[in-house]
């Protein structure tokens, strides 16, 4: 075993608050820090932080065969611009940063790495602590997804090499919202390298990939998320009429290929669409406030916990949503579709699982976007997939019957699944049902579901 109590990037305690009063130990073997890269003549610097799976305790004897069987969750979180960090504390990581003056940091029963390990990744460039070490970020700036899943790609290599205990490792490539292009386009780098690889040590050992509430196509997604505010009531016909009148001028530019304007175009819809409805949550059309962020910020920004996670101190984290350099420099992959890119996996069950799931009350990339992609746009290899996906009824996962969990299609190597009364972040709304999500979508164990037996009309 390569990993040792003398790692560089070995974690063993990490601090208990923001108020830095204390530290606790962590139960599992982690390890942060960074996986460096040579990228167009610079060194870049992805920022990692990974968690054994729960199965292992770190002082007890281990098993190296069941640690490599053991699946590895790479998380990634959205924005553009969104640490993955925030997905480790909102969301499905072994702490919680409880809300208050004091930032507590609480464990959470429902992470998923009871029985994967996880490691969340901050991506791209100018992301969380993410760099080119030593020079002026604002150089590597990501412009599409080829070059980020590049830069993804070779870190993470460099990650395996400084752990090989995890290289035979199941990997899957998880994420949530803009990660609904993340996700496809790493995971497609990963085969394509896969595949030119000619030594078997160096392949990844890639098995699924896993989308939550995914951004993918701006076309259809922005009039969904103007048809859900007002069929939900928040918009009167008069607002939906002028909506839609901005939309077809997104439209119009989009066409144009004048990404920048159909991006402010897109933006201006979505504040005046929330604004209208009493400034909703557009990631949660029933809340009018948003997900706190400042106790992941002030946890982030603390010397204490640089020091632990072998990040400078003088290092900012970088936290935006669409917004900022990151987001900027990745104007023209926003609006582009990302769907063609699924079609690459859908329906071959010979490559990789898929998982698509979604939050009912997410208006932004919730269930209608995700549906009518699968739906409606020809994404399938096979004409026939396409109608078997069509004709195939959804069933409810319910366990009891009376206990509704979820709305499932699974056919071939696609899984997708409604998760009702959640928003776009479903582990933080649902993190009960989202492990046990992940968790039989990962082992292949079956969901039960039922047809409910209709009345004849």
């Known amino acids: 075993m390569n990993s040792t109590a003398s790692a560089e990037d070995l974690i063993e305690t990490i601090p208990a608050d923001i108020q830095n009063s204390g530290t606790i130990a962590l139960n599992v073997l982690s390890y942060a820090g960074y996986a460096d890269a040579q990228y167009n003549s610079k060194e870049i610097q992805l920022f990692y932080w990974f968690f054994e799976s729960q199965k292992f305790h770190p002082t007890q004897s281990r098993n190296d065969e069941e640690i490599g069987k053991t699946p590895l969750l790479v998380w990634l979180n959205g924005g553009p611009g969104a640490p993955s960090t925030l997905g480790l504390f909102l969301e499905n990581g072994p702490y919680r940063i409880q809300d208050g003056a004091g930032g507590k940091l609480l464990e959470n029963p429902y992470s998923w790495n009871k029985d994967a390990h996880i490691i969340y990744w901050d991506q791209p460039i100018g992301t969380g602590y993410s760099r080119v070490k030593e020079e002026d970020t604002q150089t590597t700036f990501a412009k599409n997804e080829d070059e980020l899943s590049e830069m993804f790609y070779l870190t993470f290599q460099d990650f395996l090499s400084k752990h090989p205990e995890y290289r035979s490792c199941p990997v899957y490539v998880a994420g949530e919202s803009y990660g609904g292009k993340y996700v496809p386009n790493i995971a497609l780098k990963i085969h394509t390298k896969n595949r030119a690889e000619t030594d078997e040590t160096k392949k990844i050992n890639l098995k699924g990939i896993s989308v939550g509430d995914g951004w993918i196509d701006a076309r259809l997604q922005m ?21 839609m009148s901005d939309y077809e001028n ?52 603390m010397p ?3 020091e632990k996670l072998h990040v400078p101190e003088a290092q900012k984290w970088n936290c935006a949503d669409n917004k900022g350099p990151v987001a900027d420099n990745l ?40 549906e009518l992609i699968l739906y409606e746009l020809n994404k399938w290899n096979n004409p026939a997939d396409n109608e078997a996906w069509k004709n195939l009824p959804r069933k409810i996962w319910a366990q009891p019957s009376d206990k509704v969990k979820g709305f499932i299609k699974q056919y071939k190597n696609l899984t997708q699944i409604e998760l009702p009364n959640s928003g776009h972040q479903v582990p933080y709304y649902k993190p009960e049902i989202s492990l046990e999500m992940i968790g039989k979508w990962m082992q292949d164990e079956p969901f039960p579901a039922y047809m409910p037996e209709l009345k004849k009309t």
């Open 223 to 243: 009039k969904v998320y103007i048809d859900y505010a007002y069929t939900m009531g928040y918009l009167d016909t008069n607002q939906q009429l002028q909506m």
């Open 250 to 301: 997104f439209c119009a530019a989009l066409d144009n290929k004048n990404y920048e304007d159909a991006y402010n175009i897109s933006n201006n819809i979505v504040n005046n669409v929330s604004a209208l409805g009493g400034n909703f949550n557009v990631y949660n059309i029933r809340r009018f406030s948003e997900i706190s962020m400042k106790q992941v910020q002030a946890y982030m920004e």
């Open 304 to 306: 204490a916990v640089k």
């Open 331 to 370: 104007i023209e992959d926003n609006m582009e579709d990302s769907a063609p890119v699924y079609s690459e996996f859908i329906g071959n069950e010979n490559l990789y699982k898929i998982l698509m799931y979604t939050g009912t009350f997410d208006t932004a990339c919730g269930s209608l976007s995700t």
